[in-house]
Nanobody, 123 residues
Framework: QVQLVESGGGLVQAGGSLRLSCAAS???????MAWFRQAPGKEREFVAA????????HLADSVKGRFTISRDNAKNTVYLQMDSLKPEDTAVYYC?????????????????WGRGTQVTVSS
């Protein structure tokens, strides 16, 4: 079992930066981690994923060049550094874990989810 808790969300102006954290506990060994987001009235959207070692990362096209995913396994934490934020980035951001260790973009392939943290970007 894996438990995930997101933090770091908030209100930021367009062009600003924010760093999200996801603290994991439980059996986290070999899990891949990912970030998804969901805006009101929209489906959950893939943002980024990272392998256990951190050697493999995937970013959605909409955030490439602006967001960076990383992890610190010593702290059991995954991060999402978000720069050059845009109003369309406004959403609830969720972290997820896949016990198989894959970096898939489909939300239904992830086994564990946090409750989410709100990110609001004002224009």
């Amino acid at each position: 079992q894996v438990q995930l808790v997101e933090s770091g969300g908030g209100l930021v102006q367009a062009g600003g930066s924010l760093r999200l954290s996801c603290a994991a506990s439980g059996r986290t060994f070999s899990t891949s981690m990912a970030w998804f987001r969901q805006a009101p009235g929209k489906e959950r959207e893939f943002v980024a994923a990272i392998s256990w070692s951190g050697a493999t990362t995937h970013l959605a096209d909409s955030v490439k060049g602006r967001f960076t995913i990383s992890r610190d396994n010593a702290k059991n934490t995954v991060y999402l550094q978000m720069d050059s934020l845009k109003p369309e980035d406004t959403a609830v951001y969720y972290c997820a874990a896949d016990r198989r260790g894959y970096t898939n973009s489909r939300p239904d392939t992830y086994d564990y989810w946090g409750r989410g943290t709100q990110v609001t970007v004002s224009s």
